[in-house]
């Protein structure tokens, strides 16, 4: 994490890696085999809810998260032909391991749970479970989206 005037070349570049060309390269594989195998299915991408809103002294990964939502849509655009959907999940602060130790001091996480309505973190069940929603036949319908895990922290 960088503030603005701070970020770094190599910092840039390596957040464009792993949460844009990643998933750019792996998603390219995964639906040419599902395309030439004529298998319909889902791609769920793993973005942020730093993609919906500025969050001081993270441009570049709430940049790239954004840029990664689009490319979600611009995917479920182009493949949804071949009857595969594409959507990402958004959390916000999710309780892994490196959320805890990142999270767990309660006067650096005070200032971003008192934003969140429901007033905690997301658990990885949270997280899993709505990929697997989005996977699931019962999201038959749903392409191109976005779907919040955030606890309610884009409407306060």
């Known amino acids: 994490l960088q503030p603005f005037l701070e970020v770094t070349r190599s910092a840039l570049q390596r957040s464009l890696d792993v949460n ?3 998933v750019l390269h792996v998603s390219q594989i995964v639906a040419r085999q599902m395309i030439a195998q004529g298998v319909p299915g889902a791609i769920v991408n793993v973005s942020s809810q730093a993609s919906k809103r500025a ?7 709430c940049s790239t998260k954004s840029a990664l939502d ?3 849509k611009v995917m479920a655009l182009e ?6 959907r594409v ?18 001091d309660p006067q650096k996480s005070a200032a971003m749970i008192d934003r969140i309505p429901l007033g905690k973190f997301a658990e990885v069940d949270d997280v899993v479970n709505s990929i697997l929603f989005l996977l699931s036949d ?12 955030d606890g309610g922290f884009l409407v306060s």
């Open 55 to 61: 969050l001081r002294d993270h441009a570049v990964y």
């Open 87 to 104: 959507n990402t999940v958004n959390p916000t602060v999710v309780m892994t391991d490196m959320g805890r130790i990142n999270w767990s």
């Open 138 to 149: 019962k999201s038959a319908m749903t392409t191109g989206s976005s779907l919040m895990i």
């Open 70 to 72: 689009m490319l979600s």
């Open 79 to 84: 493949l949804g032909p071949h009857k595969i």
């Open 20 to 22: 844009f060309g990643a």
